[in-house]
């Protein structure tokens, strides 16, 4: 009994607080959120998501339930949940969204989840945003949302009306990328771009790479036959990067994961790229077989392509790749030559910024070339500029380089 009357006293207490995050409207259909929101003047807030989706199921248990947050979103909007995908567990409420939710998807182009869209009183559209934040990015997102000045929609409305000056046509690219509507954005770029009488600005050249997705795309030909150019005003390799990412994108990569599970044909992608892109073919096999023997984890074939990638393209790795390629080679290779090698590229990817991942990276090499005294320094010098988890685990690799253990394959 006494039990029961405890949990009949808390009952109302749980209620309070799940009631201080967002109120979401249940049992309702669209035309009745939209009649309510009418009816009291406020903005709808509309969360789509999808019952697999990562993003949304954090939204919904960490970002939403937050008091700060209700005590924003219930005062200005009647927020409405629609699940945009269909499973066997729905409930009947689900269901009767269904064909709104087919409809809200097909009229504003929802392709990446959550994608939460805003509408006026009134019920007409004027903002997205897409993808989760944490709770105070959040409520200014949804700030901003309620200034026409910074409405998606409403921007775009003006564009749609005739307003065409090029300051607006960049800023409204560039808002419209932001919010993934990639039909619009490439529409408006393309209009932006013809009005410019040189492309090849430092302004315009960061713009033509924002927009340049496809080998059909403006910038594509500027970025494969003018290569000089580009890299004059942007930077040595720029071009080049751009164009491989794009090929690999198109060409190569729909060519590596085959449905049989059968090994990507590497002399016939090779024949192919050269033939299309001879400039950039070799270099973008060799990255590429890097990325696929680490993913299919190959250890043999990933160290053999590192190190002929590394030989002759070296010097254009970035610290990112340099400390990737470099912590490969500690965790597969037991070749002391190969070792050196890494220490190399490792010891470069901290040059610029020593941060703490690629100092330990650095610390472990030094460690199984067997200069241990430099390795514990190192080690420690990582240990020392870390924070939290990362703090705690070079803690543990700098007992272990102590006491003399083999900790690695």
Request: charge should be neutral.
């Amino acid at each position: 009994m006494k039990k029961l009357l405890l949990l009949s006293f808390l009952l109302p207490l749980l209620a309070v607080a799940q009631d201080k995050g967002i109120h979401f409207e249940h049992g309702t259909s669209w035309a009745d959120v939209q009649a309510k929101a009418k009816a009291e003047n406020k903005y709808i807030f509309m969360d789509c998501f999808t019952t697999w989706c990562g993003p949304c199921k954090f939204m919904s248990a960490n970002i939403f339930p937050q008091e700060k947050v209700g005590s924003f979103m219930n005062d200005k909007y009647i927020s409405v949940k629609v699940q945009m995908d269909q499973t066997a567990k729905d409930n009947e409420d689900v269901k009767n969204w269904y064909a709104s939710a087919k409809e809200i998807e097909k009229n504003y182009s929802i392709r990446a989840y959550p994608t939460f869209l805003v509408f006026a009183p009134d019920g007409h559209i004027v903002d997205r945003q897409v993808g989760g934040a944490e709770a105070d990015q959040f409520i200014e997102r949804c700030q901003a949302s309620l200034n026409p000045a910074t409405q998606y929609y409403t921007q775009l409305d003006k564009f749609k009306k005739g307003q065409k000056d090029t300051a607006f046509l960049r800023q409204l690219a560039y808002l419209a990328l932001d919010k993934y509507d990639q039909e619009n954005a490439a529409e408006i770029a393309r209009l932006y771009l013809s009005q410019q009488k040189d492309l090849y600005t430092p302004a315009n050249l960061q713009f033509l790479g924002k927009f340049t997705q496809s080998s059909k795309d403006v910038g594509f030909d500027m970025f494969l036959h003018h290569a000089d150019k580009v890299d004059k005003v942007l930077g040595a390799g720029k071009a080049a990067d751009k164009v491989m990412e794009i090929v690999a994108k198109e060409d190569v990569y729909p060519q590596l994961m085959k449905k049989d599970g059968s090994a990507p044909d590497w002399a016939a992608l090779e024949t192919s790229l050269t033939a299309k892109y001879p400039a950039i073919a070799e270099e973008l096999i060799l990255k590429t077989k890097v990325q696929y023997y680490s993913y299919v984890k190959d250890a043999n074939n990933a160290v053999t392509n590192i190190v002929a990638y590394m030989k002759k393209y070296g010097h254009k790795a970035d610290p990112q790749a340099l400390n990737e390629y470099a912590w490969t080679i500690f965790e597969k290779c037991n070749d002391m030559q190969c070792i050196e090698q890494a220490l190399e590229w490792s010891k470069r990817s901290f040059k610029d910024a020593e941060i703490p991942a690629f100092m330990d990276t650095y610390a472990n090499l030094l460690y199984k070339s067997g200069k241990k005294d430099d390795a514990l320094a190192w080690e420690e010098k990582a240990m020392n500029k870390a924070a939290g988890d990362e703090k705690k685990n070079y803690e543990t690799t700098l007992e272990k380089m102590k006491k003399g253990e083999k900790y690695w394959e």
